[in-house]
């Protein structure tokens, strides 16, 4: 088979196929009482998910081969059985598998009660439009032997079968649906409501209460807001059939006591029934919560996972754009998710020393400007990835990771700002007019910008350690741990680059003072967004370097010299110095007649320019010989162009033969 679509082409280069928009279908089972599946027959391509709803009667989707109907393949993908009494309401429960590769899938209902398969309930994905066509398929069925397999009771395999919950369902004290029976296997997700709920298992006979056994059970944290969704959820796995119970902790208005409780595999019968629970209730103490969240399920904000809360409070204002701005005390900590996206929150001491140099607060001032823009470039991109108009560029995953790293940019911000503040320093405040409007022009300019950004911030650590080791010799363990956060930050923007695989990036050393001036000269365009104090000096502030021409090698595509726009009033020689990696600096000289410069042969990769007055300076000095600068430029591709779109034939031709 050829390829359907070119963007199945990015498979062959793995991570990239997940650069392309990936799309859920949906797909109803038994809508309307019908024995049908619409679309009965549809295309998806590798990376979408498709989504089984389910309508009246008891029907299921499991996976044959296309010789065999009505029958499990072996390893087959199956759903489950899902009843539901309603002909147009679709079941609580729903079940979504994700395509992998192009080959056609065969799918029918089970249902023995009535032969739902031999009767023409049959599904394909991805059939072909000859030979072993949909029809074809759906023939063979009505002619399949009885009974269709797997029986009832058979667990869910092969996708997702999940169970919605909805908490405060329509601002009401109660859990909807509050009293089901579920396979093992499925995984209930809990969607918050208005007001302020939470969701904790309590045993039956201390309803109101959180059970009391060894490990625990599941808590989910009180969760106020007034939006509907909320976009906040907790996912419970059912590992076995035990009967489950759980309540509303909320003691304003007693929620439990008042009903909002509920149960998954109940006794239908006996003395444990969900009714009897519910009374049991009603006459409970005062409810409590334990003293962590979430416990054992996974908490989410619009697909963002949350660890740690520290706390039994989630407050909804996830990464709000002001977060940015904010810049707490060294005492106070960020709403609890924040470290918890982060992977853990800052230390509360840095083995601050007795003192502090005015150099270092010079250098943590300068590097706290560079991460002020960091993080508010972060926020501002994150926020059209994850809800805005970038929201379907990403799989929730990447998403998911882009946010923990934003966590992570205001964790790391702290380093600054909380030695600054523990010294008495004053903190730089962050700019509320950045000019971002090119940078946010579309997903992979801000990814540039990001990655440009980060890569100043490497370079004036790079440079703060250099510099800070002997007179400030703390900030060497709390910087190094900043570098780290940083370059695997990089590393992620990089792969998210919609291009070709970038080589390697290696740090290069940027004097603080040039790390600033980049961001003054390119992104400040108020006062507000100069430079702060200690670094702020007549001499310290260059503008940007421009380059208005590049001579690349057609054969390498290697940039072998560069035309620059000489600043006016520029007197006497000038030179490049080029900052490369492992802190090497080279200079070659800027041609009189036609501002030309050469690339020095030995770099690669990124590397910044920045226009000198002198060459064969020491990089500590680089910034008193200055004119203008520094600029990032790409010089070489990993690999020459020829061999490049050699490989890409040679991927394209090893899928194309495997299909
Ligand atoms: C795709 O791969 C996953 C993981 O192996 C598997 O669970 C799922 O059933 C596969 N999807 C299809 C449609 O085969
Ligand atoms: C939500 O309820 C919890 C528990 O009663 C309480 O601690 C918290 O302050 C409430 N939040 C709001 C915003 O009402
Ligand atoms: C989740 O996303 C929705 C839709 O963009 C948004 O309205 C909502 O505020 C988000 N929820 C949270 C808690 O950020
Ligand atoms: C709970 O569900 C069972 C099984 O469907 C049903 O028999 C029972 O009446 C339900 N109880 C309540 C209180 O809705
Ligand atoms: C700075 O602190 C160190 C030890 O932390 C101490 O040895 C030194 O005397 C202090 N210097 C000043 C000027 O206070």
Same mark, same amino acid.
Request: proline letters at 10%; aromatic letters at 10%; zero cysteines.
């Given at each position: 088979m050829s390829w359907r679509r070119p963007s199945s082409l990015a498979l062959g280069l793995g991570f990239f196929a997940s650069l392309t928009t990936a799309a859920n279908i949906e797909v109803t089972v038994g809508?309307?009482?019908?024995?049908?599946?619409?679309?009965p027959n549809i295309e998806a391509q590798i990376g979408d998910t498709v989504t089984y709803k389910f309508f009246a009667k008891n029907h299921a989707v499991a996976q044959s081969t296309f010789a065999d109907p009505c029958h499990l393949q072996e390893n087959g993908i199956f759903s489950g059985f899902t009843p539901n009494a309603s002909p147009d309401i679709a079941a609580p429960t729903d079940f979504t598998i994700t395509i992998n590769d192009t080959k056609p899938l065969w799918f029918y209902c089970p249902?023995?009660?009535?032969n739902h398969c031999q009767n023409g309930m049959v599904h394909a994905i991805n059939?072909?439009?000859?030979?072993?066509t949909f029809d074809a398929y759906k023939a063979k069925a009505q002619q399949a032997a009885t009974?269709?397999?797997?029986?009832?009771g058979t667990v869910p395999v092969g996708g997702l079968r999940k169970l919605h919950i909805d908490v405060g369902?329509?601002?009401?004290?109660?859990?909807?649906?509050?009293n089901v029976t579920e396979l093992v296997g499925t995984v209930v997700e809990f969607s918050y409501n208005p007001a302020n709920h939470s969701i904790v298992q309590s045993s039956f006979d201390k309803p109101c209460q959180p059970i009391e056994r060894e490990g625990g059970g599941f808590v989910a944290p009180f969760v106020p807001t007034q939006?509907?969704?909320?976009g906040v959820t907790f996912e419970v796995t059912l590992t076995n059939s035990d009967p489950i119970w759980f309540y509303c902790a909320q003691t304003k208005k007693s929620h439990c006591q008042s009903g909002m409780v509920g149960s998954i595999n109940?006794?239908?019968?006996?003395?444990?029934?969900f009714q009897a629970f519910k009374d049991l209730a009603t006459k409970a103490p005062p409810s409590t919560i334990g003293p962590?969240?979430?416990?054992i399920g996974a908490l989410k904000v619009n697909g963002t996972f949350i660890s740690?809360?520290?706390? %039994?409070? !989630? /407050?909804? %204002?996830? !990464? /709000?754009?002001?977060l940015g701005s904010e810049i707490p005390p060294p005492e106070m900590n960020y709403p609890p998710y924040i470290g918890g996206m982060a992977g853990g929150n800052q230390p509360t001491?840095?083995?601050?020393?007795d003192n502090i140099t005015d150099e270092a607060v010079a250098i943590l001032q300068s590097l706290q400007y560079v991460d002020n823009f960091i993080v508010v470039l972060l926020l501002e991109g994150f926020n059209r990835v994850n809800q805005g108009q970038?929201?379907?560029?990403?799989?929730g995953s990447i998403t998911q990771t882009l946010g923990s790293l934003v966590a992570q940019s205001l964790i790391h911000r702290r380093t600054y700002t909380d030695s600054l503040q523990h010294f008495g320093k004053d903190v730089v405040s962050v700019c509320s007019?950045?000019?971002?409007d090119a940078a946010l022009k579309d997903v992979d300019t801000w990814l540039t910008t990001v990655l440009t950004g980060l890569h100043l911030s490497i370079g004036a650590t790079l440079d703060a350690l250099t510099l800070l080791?002997?007179?400030?010799?703390?900030t060497t363990p709390a910087l190094a741990t900043g570098l780290g956060s940083q370059a695997r930050m990089s590393a992620l923007v990089n792969l998210m680059?919609?291009?070709?695989?970038?080589?390697?990036p290696r740090e290069v050393l940027i004097p603080h003072e040039l790390a600033t001036s980049y961001i003054t000269s390119h992104y400040a365009q108020d006062a507000k967004c100069a430079p702060p104090s200690a670094t702020k000096?007549?001499?310290?502030s260059f503008p940007a370097l421009v380059i208005k021409n590049k001579v690349v090698?057609?054969?390498?595509?290697?940039?072998?010299e560069i035309t620059i726009e000489v600043p006016k009033d520029t007197q006497g020689g000038l030179f490049i110095a080029w900052l490369g990696p492992w802190g090497g600096l080279k200079f070659t000289s800027v041609d009189a007649t036609d501002s030309t410069a050469y690339v020095p042969d030995s770099l690669s990769g990124h590397v910044w320019a920045v226009l000198t007055?002198?060459?064969?300076?020491?990089v500590a000095d680089l910034d008193t010989v200055t004119v203008a600068g520094p600029e990032i430029l790409?010089?070489?591709?990993?690999?020459p162009v020829t061999l490049w779109s050699g490989f890409l034939t040679y991927i394209v031709t090893l899928r194309s033969a495997s299909t």
């Open positions: 809508k309307g009482g019908k024995l049908e599946f619409i679309p249902q023995t009660n009535g059939a072909p439009d000859t030979g072993n009974p269709s397999t797997p029986p009832a369902f329509n601002g009401g004290l109660m859990f909807n649906p509050n939006q509907t969704p909320s109940a006794a239908t019968e006996g003395e444990k029934t962590d969240s979430p416990v740690s809360l520290g706390g %039994t409070v !989630l /407050d909804t %204002t996830t !990464l /709000d754009p002001s001491n840095y083995n601050w020393g970038w929201s379907d560029v990403y799989p007019n950045y000019n971002l080791a002997t007179s400030d010799p703390w680059q919609n291009h070709v695989a970038a080589a390697a000096d007549a001499t310290k090698q057609p054969d390498t595509n290697r940039v072998t007055s002198k060459d064969g300076v020491k790409w010089v070489s591709q990993q690999w």
